[in-house]
């Protein structure tokens, strides 16, 4: 995951937003926990972002219609986290095999990141 963050270095704002990002997400597990530290972090960088005076590079389309993008995946990431707690609070017990489940969802998903990439090119 370091490599893709630093594979935006290039763009405006990089700096600020990176250590925006990462001093709110260290903040928020701190206090509010995982996983809620990521949501909180990449907020506080998008919000700093769009706080800044902009940088004219001549792609505000393009990096308009980005900003919208990665606002309705916010939005989306958020709705479902929030609905899967929602749902989950209102169980007085919750079954060990869907605790197993639900334990095992953060390593399934960052592997299924991962694998497709070692397949086709392999380790670093």
Do not use: C, Q
Request: hydrophobic share 55%; proline share 7%.
């Amino acid at each position: 995951f370091l490599g893709l963050v630093m594979g935006f270095r290039k763009r405006p704002l990089w700096l600020p937003v990176v250590a925006a990002s990462a001093a709110a997400s260290i903040i928020a597990y701190k206090t509010v926990g995982s996983p809620w530290h990521v949501s909180i972090g990449a907020i506080a960088g998008v919000l700093l972002a769009v706080i800044l005076p902009p940088h004219h590079s001549g792609v505000e389309t393009a990096m308009s219609t980005t900003f919208w993008i990665i606002v309705a995946g916010a939005i989306a990431t958020y709705l479902t986290r929030i609905g899967g707690h929602l749902v989950i609070s209102r169980f007085d017990h919750i079954h060990p095999r869907v605790e197993a489940g639900l334990n095992a969802v953060p390593a399934a998903v960052l592997t299924t990141l991962v694998a497709p990439e070692l397949l086709n090119a392999g380790p670093a």
